[in-house]
């Protein structure tokens, strides 16, 4: 027997996707959605090429920002910026607590799960800045409608993650308590709360950081914080006022995250 | 344990003597951050607007019913830009964010001490600028439109993509990168056969799943000038036509119910 009979057989990387059809179908309808999306995406070249030269304003405006000429509608900004992430996490949290407690399909009745889990669905389902519009027109412009939006969006958030801690729960330690004679106040403070208490706590502080990373944006459509200072500096050119609300923005998400991250290890 | 002698009994707490006062204190100091806080935005609320807040709601229930279908139409279009805009955005995201997340890898970064912090910041920087303010941002500059749009997207996502895929690479199995290497494969060759097929389905699922945030991001970005159905929404709530508005919130809300399932569906076959 020769060499040659037996070597021919080579080994290839096997595919992400096994089936040989679907891999080519796909591949084909990537192909013709890339066509046809980037045909008919229209863009304007004259005025992108316009653009550049203020674009290269703007990155040189961070060279350095200008933090002292609008300092006082910067500093305003960002102290109401904060203080809506604040009493929104709060208020967000307090109420997530109850509906959440429903939304849990081990210690709720079916009537109450299926009603906590609509409130969920309908307030996870919006967008911030959606909410915001429809709030600044009830309560009017300023930071109270941009409270009222992080905090309905906070339950949508906070409710389901801890709906679905309590789902994940240690049964065996819930039933000892109520074995116990415990009523059911007793039984959600003793069995429920002690399980789920480190990772909600951690998950408090990163609601707390999307709140505040929310709050910059909420602004653009009249609902207080720094948004609308952002949105006026941008709207008037004023490139280097911009880049400072950008690197103070940047700067606080990094002491959140950094200052969270401490606390969450601190508490597990 | 803490145990505490009153009366010539033993009672029992919880915690010792100062952990309890520093908790207390905790409490103390955040509940006069959080009055502090609603002093700061009662100040800056008129009230009589709040308080006339359900006449207004019930005003505008009754003016956004019922919704304009025949308005539906003109939505084909804006509807199409915007599942381009998160779609290209993503394709845009993913390419960029893969070399960036090879840099921010402890095992793959080509130097600890310089590259790697560049990487990080590179992701902190793209992931606390929201997607509106990215897109604020490129319309004053490059001027309105879907292309606005797309780069918002990508520079959002960047940081999203990358730190998830950082984190995917530094979990990879070291000893099948090691065996490659053993054969005598190249560095290039090592990537490819080692650590690409290893993360190929985390990229897979972060790419789909990062698909589906941009998709419910790109619906609002036209409020800022940046295409998609944001304009339609926007044009409407200025005009005060609120049975349009209420139709493409409707046509929001199906499109994201709808990419959801989809992107479920996917990282379902995936994993």
Redesign the interface.
């Given at each position: 027997m020769t060499v040659a009979a037996v070597a021919p057989r080579q080994w290839k990387?096997p595919p992400?996707i096994r089936r040989p059809w679907l891999r080519w179908a796909l591949g084909l309808g990537v192909l013709i959605?890339l066509a046809l999306?980037?045909g008919?995406?229209?863009?304007?070249w004259a005025?992108?090429w316009?653009?550049?030269p203020?674009?290269a304003r703007?990155f040189a405006a961070f060279f350095p920002p200008n933090f002292t000429g609008r300092a006082d509608d910067i500093a305003e900004g960002i102290?109401?910026s904060?203080?809506?992430t604040?009493?929104s996490t709060?208020i967000g949290i307090a109420i997530s607590i109850p509906i959440g407690l429903g939304a849990a399909k081990n210690i709720a009745p079916a009537a109450v799960y299926y009603f906590c889990r609509g409130i969920l669905a309908i307030s996870r389902?919006?967008?911030e800045?959606?909410l915001a519009?429809?709030f600044v027109?009830?309560?009017?412009f300023?930071?109270?409608a941009g409270?009222v939006t992080l905090s309905f969006a906070t339950v949508g958030f906070y409710g389901k993650l801890l709906a679905e801690d309590i789902e994940d729960m240690d049964p065996a330690t819930a039933e000892a308590v109520r074995a116990t004679g415990a009523g059911w106040v007793q039984w959600i403070n003793y069995a429920v709360q002690p399980q789920v208490m480190p990772r909600m706590i951690g998950l408090g502080l990163y609601r707390f950081d999307i709140n505040f990373?929310?709050s910059?944006?909420v602004g653009?459509?009249g609902a207080?914080g720094i948004?609308a200072t952002?949105?006026t500096a941008?709207?008037r050119?004023e490139f280097d006022s911009?880049a400072a609300i950008?690197l103070i923005?940047?700067g606080i998400?990094?002491l959140v995250e950094y200052s969270s991250g401490y606390v969450r290890r601190w508490v597990q | 344990m803490a145990v505490e002698l009153r009366h010539g009994t033993r009672v029992w707490h919880r915690r010792e003597r100062g952990a309890e006062l520093a908790i207390w204190a905790i409490w103390l100091a955040g509940t006069a951050?959080?009055v502090?806080?609603?002093q700061?935005?009662?100040d800056?609320?008129?009230w009589p607007?709040?308080a006339d807040?359900t006449a207004?709601?019930a005003d505008?229930a009754v003016r956004m019913l019922p919704p304009d279908w025949g308005f539906i139409g003109a939505l084909g279009r804006p509807l199409?830009?915007t599942l381009?805009m998160a779609?290209?955005g993503t394709a845009l995201a993913v390419t960029l964010a893969t070399p960036v997340a090879y840099c921010a890898a402890r095992n793959t970064t080509p130097s600890v001490a310089l590259v790697r912090p560049i990487a990080l910041f590179i992701i902190?920087?793209s992931?606390?600028?929201?997607a509106?303010?990215w897109a604020?941002?490129l319309v004053?500059?490059?001027?309105p439109?879907?292309?606005a749009g797309?780069l918002a997207i990508g520079l959002r996502s960047i940081g999203f993509c990358a730190k998830l895929l950082y984190e995917a690479i530094e979990e990879i199995d070291e000893r099948q990168v090691e065996a490659v290497r053993a054969t005598g494969a190249t560095g290039a060759q090592v990537t490819t056969?080692g650590i690409i097929?290893q993360i190929?389905?985390a990229f897979?699922g972060i790419s789909v799943f990062r698909w589906d945030i941009n998709i419910?991001?790109s619906?609002?970005l036209g409020?800022?000038g940046a295409g998609g159905i944001g304009l339609p929404?926007n044009a409407s709530?200025t005009t005060l036509s609120w049975t349009r508005v209420s139709l493409i919130?409707l046509i929001?809300?199906a499109t994201?119910?709808l990419s959801e399932w989809v992107s479920a569906k996917v990282r379902h076959a995936i994993i």
């Open positions: 990387k992400l959605y999306a980037l008919t995406t229209e863009v304007n005025r992108v316009e653009g550049l203020r674009g703007f102290f109401e904060l203080s809506m604040v009493t709060v389902s919006f967008q800045i959606i519009i429809f027109k009830l309560f009017g300023g930071p109270f409270a990373r929310e910059a944006i653009i459509v207080g948004g952002l949105d941008f709207n050119y911009a950008l923005i940047i998400v990094m | 951050m959080f502090y806080c609603c700061l935005i009662s800056k609320t008129i607007f709040v807040a207004q709601a505008l199409w830009d381009n779609t290209l902190v920087s992931r606390s600028i929201n509106l303010i604020l941002m004053t500059i490059i001027g439109g879907v292309l797309i056969y097929p190929l389905p897979a419910r991001e619906t609002v409020l800022v929404l709530i919130l929001i809300i994201v119910i």
